[in-house]
Every structure is written in C-alpha cells, then in structure tokens.
C-alpha cells in the first residue's frame, strides 16, 4: 500500500469526500489540515498549481479533487462494476454537488444566509432530492447504483448528515435516501470516523 | 455501436468537449442543440433539469464530467490505468477552473476585452505556463500517456479560444500550441472544427 497524505484547509468543502473514502476503506492516510493564513503563507506554492486538496501518493502530487476522489473510489472498490455504473456514480455525485455548493456557507449576515439557505433548499436541493428518492424507491436497492456502496453514496451521506444538522425536518419527505444515508453511516470504518472526526459548518 | 444523442444549448459551453470526443473518435451522435428560449419547457423533461444529457440507445445521463468520462473510456481515450485517468482528470479540471473564470456573460464589449486580457493573464497564463514546463520536459506527444486524451481535446479547444481572444500569450507556449495543433488536424476533429457553428460567447 503505498503511503497517502491528504493535503486540505482544516473544513470540509472539497476534502471531505476523501477522507470519508479512506474511512469506508479502512486505508490509513496522513490528514494534513492548515488554516487560511498557512495556506497563502506556506503550502499554496508548494503545490502543483496553487490549488488544493493536493493528495500525495509516495511523495508524488495529485490535485483536483474529482480525480483524487475517482482514483481513490477506483483502487478502494467504491467506483461501480463497469463504465456505465462509473458514470451514473459521477452523475448523481456531480447532481448533488451541484445543488448543495449553492448554499451560501460565506456570508457573514446571518438573517441574509439563513434566508438564502431556505431559498436554495426550496429552489433546488429538495427538488433534486425528491428525483433521487423516487428513482431510488423504485430500484429497490441498497445502494444508489449497482449493487455496493459507491461515493455517490457517500457523497449523499455527506450531505445529507448537514441537512440533518441544520433541520432534519426537511428530510422527511426521502424516507429511502435517509435509511441510505443510515446504513453507510453505520458501516465499519465509516462509523468510526464520523464518531471522532472534526464537525465543520462546511 | 449504441445509437448516441447529446441534447444541449447551441453553444461550446458544457457540450463542446462532449461533441470533441465523437468526433476524434469518429462515432456517429445526433447533436441537438437548442435555443435558450426553448429550454423552459425542455427542462422538466430531463432527469436532474439540467444539461447536457446523453442518451445511451434512449437512456439518459446528464453531469457533463460523467458524461465526458464515460465517452472518454469508451474510445479509448481515457488513459490506460486508474492512475494515468487521474492526471487526465487534474489536468482537465485545471483548464476548467482557470478557462471558467473568463466573462462568458458579459455584455459591454469593451469591459468584456479588459476582463479576458485579465483573466488570461492572472489565471490561465500561470497554469499553462505550468503545463508546458512539464510537458516539454516529458518530450512526449500528448499531455498524459501515449495518447490522445481528452485532456488534449479540451487544452485544443481552448486554446483555439485563446487564439481568438487574447493571442499575445501563446508564444510562450511552443510546445502546447504544437501540440493544439496536431490534435486540431486529426482526422474527424478537423471536419468537425470547420464545420461548428460560431459561437457568441
């Protein structure tokens, strides 16, 4: 196994989905986090192109976080049986992906966040949600492509635990996405981390 | 040979990439483009109301990545392991970032110039200047493996784009350009190039 070092602020925002992917897979990887000022002080010219996550496979610099993610997912067993399960992974992921980083998780007004996040959920995160839940109710599966957890999964998990943490009120028309969310939060490895790991807004 | 049709607004935009791989690939697709008036109504009817979507012999995908991708590996130009993809993925996705950052929407032509001059000059000029560096030390033909990839598709389109927009940047680029070039005029890349409509962005 080589030696893994992720390299990201100290947040969630486009890391966590590796972390969460070395958990599920029980894979020990160096978590190196630093803080806003670190990074435009140290870290940012040491990386490829001045961009993080950077994940460092022996010593050798992987950035963006969607090929991070999709080589991680492809090595742990977490990407699919085949191209067309690859694909539909990356579709649900990049779906929600695309609704939830709409949230307004910079703004300094409260009352203004607070009202955009109501508008975001409304306009374009619980709409997508109540596609996912009928197309997944009606696969009747476990997972929400093939027939093992993928990071689509986990992906939903992710952000389904944020929706849960902000108001769990809204989830209750997704019955099936929330005993989704459940059975991988419950999995060996993923448990663990999600008991001890760092709760960030974002 | 599944039957292919990409449904998406008629511009580059999410599509272009998408169109680039059917055509190095050489592989028949029905290219519906459509107006922007036309999507009110044609947005319910796609499974995540958005765009582009591929329908696989009638069964649709939409995410463009996802998209992209599974054409990619389709054709055979996707790299020729896990690890050769990933540095395809990083490469693409540092075009993309850099590329999206120019001012698509703006209307004022002249605020539209300054900002591209701008853009070139503080995002995609540093990160090409990265991409050549590596690239002339691999002394290789395409920008991962030994193929085409569709990194090398989506550096060519942009920096056809560059050529248009803000040219001044390419002399320190030789080998990037040469190799925009060699893509430019492989057989069905070509054909579709001259033949894609001008786009208004």
Redesign the interface.
């Given at each position: 196994m080589p030696h893994y070092k992720l390299s990201y602020f100290d947040i969630y925002g486009r890391g966590e989905m590796v972390r969460l992917l070395f958990a599920a897979a029980k894979v020990e990887f160096e978590d190196e986090r630093f803080t806003r000022e670190q990074w435009k002080e140290t870290y940012k010219k040491t990386t490829p192109f001045g961009y993080c996550p950077v994940l460092y496979i022996d010593g050798a610099p992987l950035c963006e976080s969607g090929a991070i993610v999709r080589l991680l997912a492809s090595k742990f067993g977490f990407n699919g049986a085949n191209t067309v399960e690859e694909a539909h992974i990356a579709m649900f992921n990049g779906a929600l992906r695309t609704m939830y980083v709409r949230l307004p998780n910079f703004d300094v007004d409260e009352q203004l966040k607070e009202e955009k996040t109501r508008v975001v959920y409304k306009d374009h995160i619980l709409p997508l949600l109540e596609k996912i839940e009928k197309k997944f109710s009606d696969k009747k599966a476990e997972f929400l492509v093939g027939e093992k957890m993928s990071y689509a999964d986990l992906r939903l998990m992710q952000y389904l635990i944020i929706t849960e943490r902000y108001d769990a009120s809204l989830l209750a028309p997704f019955p099936n996405l929330v005993a989704l969310k459940d059975r991988c939060r419950n999995t060996d490895g993923l448990k663990q981390y999600l008991a001890t790991s760092k709760i960030c807004p974002f | 040979m599944p039957t292919y049709k990409l449904s998406y607004f008629n511009v580059p935009g999410r599509g272009e990439l998408i169109r680039l791989l059917f055509s190095a690939a050489k592989v028949e697709f029905e290219d519906h483009r459509f107006e922007f008036s036309e999507w009110p109504e044609l947005k319910s009817k796609m499974?995540?109301?958005?765009v582009p979507v591929l329908y696989i012999d009638g069964t649709p995908?939409?995410?463009s990545?996802?998209?992209f991708?599974?054409l990619a590996?389709?054709f055979g130009m996707n790299g020729a392991n896990?690890?050769q993809?990933?540095?395809?993925?990083?490469v693409?996705?540092?075009l993309h970032?850099v590329y999206s950052k120019l001012p698509f929407m703006e209307k004022d032509a002249k605020v539209k110039k300054e900002k591209t001059t701008a853009v070139h000059q503080e995002h995609i000029l540093?990160?090409l200047l990265?991409i050549e560096k590596k690239f002339s030390e691999s002394k290789r033909q395409y920008l991962v493996g030994d193929k085409l990839s569709y990194a090398d598709l989506k550096l060519t389109n942009n920096l056809i784009l560059t050529e248009e927009r803000a040219p001044e940047i390419l002399p320190q680029l030789p080998n990037l350009c040469a190799l925009r070039d060699r893509v430019r005029n492989l057989d069905g890349v070509k054909q579709y190039l001259a033949s894609r409509p001008e786009s208004i962005f």
């Amino acid at each position: 196994m080589p030696h893994y070092k992720l390299s990201y602020f100290d947040i969630y925002g486009r890391g966590e989905m590796v972390r969460l992917l070395f958990a599920a897979a029980k894979v020990e990887f160096e978590d190196e986090r630093f803080t806003r000022e670190q990074w435009k002080e140290t870290y940012k010219k040491t990386t490829p192109f001045g961009y993080c996550p950077v994940l460092y496979i022996d010593g050798a610099p992987l950035c963006e976080s969607g090929a991070i993610v999709r080589l991680l997912a492809s090595k742990f067993g977490f990407n699919g049986a085949n191209t067309v399960e690859e694909a539909h992974i990356a579709m649900f992921n990049g779906a929600l992906r695309t609704m939830y980083v709409r949230l307004p998780n910079f703004d300094v007004d409260e009352q203004l966040k607070e009202e955009k996040t109501r508008v975001v959920y409304k306009d374009h995160i619980l709409p997508l949600l109540e596609k996912i839940e009928k197309k997944f109710s009606d696969k009747k599966a476990e997972f929400l492509v093939g027939e093992k957890m993928s990071y689509a999964d986990l992906r939903l998990m992710q952000y389904l635990i944020i929706t849960e943490r902000y108001d769990a009120s809204l989830l209750a028309p997704f019955p099936n996405l929330v005993a989704l969310k459940d059975r991988c939060r419950n999995t060996d490895g993923l448990k663990q981390y999600l008991a001890t790991s760092k709760i960030c807004p974002f | 040979m599944p039957t292919y049709k990409l449904s998406y607004f008629n511009v580059p935009g999410r599509g272009e990439l998408i169109r680039l791989l059917f055509s190095a690939a050489k592989v028949e697709f029905e290219d519906h483009r459509f107006e922007f008036s036309e999507w009110p109504e044609l947005k319910s009817k796609m499974p995540f109301n958005q765009v582009p979507v591929l329908y696989i012999d009638g069964t649709p995908l939409c995410e463009s990545g996802a998209i992209f991708r599974y054409l990619a590996t389709e054709f055979g130009m996707n790299g020729a392991n896990s690890l050769q993809a990933a540095y395809i993925e990083m490469v693409h996705g540092v075009l993309h970032d850099v590329y999206s950052k120019l001012p698509f929407m703006e209307k004022d032509a002249k605020v539209k110039k300054e900002k591209t001059t701008a853009v070139h000059q503080e995002h995609i000029l540093p990160a090409l200047l990265k991409i050549e560096k590596k690239f002339s030390e691999s002394k290789r033909q395409y920008l991962v493996g030994d193929k085409l990839s569709y990194a090398d598709l989506k550096l060519t389109n942009n920096l056809i784009l560059t050529e248009e927009r803000a040219p001044e940047i390419l002399p320190q680029l030789p080998n990037l350009c040469a190799l925009r070039d060699r893509v430019r005029n492989l057989d069905g890349v070509k054909q579709y190039l001259a033949s894609r409509p001008e786009s208004i962005f």
